[in-house]
């Protein structure tokens, strides 16, 4: 007989997939995947979203590290009047950080709900907030 945790993993993972098709519509978010990748900053962006979801922390770190550098190079060249690195006009001067933020606390989330579910003494409202945290966090991350 399957426990509560078991029976509100399996309607969320229903709402979970729901989430990722409707975020796949509005561009590859799949993997942490940025919907624009033509920057330095993007790219960098992609491998620590890779790099933190595979739990490779110290690497994370790192790409991190040299994120931040990567954007505030990028900020500085438009603040000098530069415009976009690629002549096409500034999307975001500081927001690759940001997701990155974002991104690490959906991942923290994602993570929590699942250890949860998975947990034989979770009560059907941890799943639940956890399941909800995850979500919030999701929709923060999906809209920067």
Request: proline letters at 1%.
């Amino acid at each position: 007989m399957a426990t509560q945790a078991e029976k509100i993993t399996a309607d969320h993972d229903q709402d979970a997939a729901e989430i990722w098709m409707n975020a796949e519509s509005r561009g590859d978010h799949r993997y942490g995947k940025p919907r624009f990748d033509r920057r330095l900053s993007d790219k960098i962006l992609t491998a620590y979203n890779h790099a933190y979801a595979a739990d490779e922390v110290e690497l994370a770190n790192k790409l991190r590290a040299l994120l931040e550098e990567a954007e505030s190079k990028e900020i500085a060249h438009c603040e000098r009047g530069g415009g976009s690195v690629l002549d096409v006009p500034v999307r975001r001067t500081s927001n690759a950080v940001h997701q990155a933020r974002l991104w690490s606390q959906f991942v923290n989330a994602r993570q929590g709900y699942v250890s949860l579910s998975i947990r034989a003494a979770s009560s059907e409202a941890e799943v639940r907030d956890a399941f909800n945290a995850m979500q919030t966090s999701y929709a923060r991350w999906i809209v920067s």
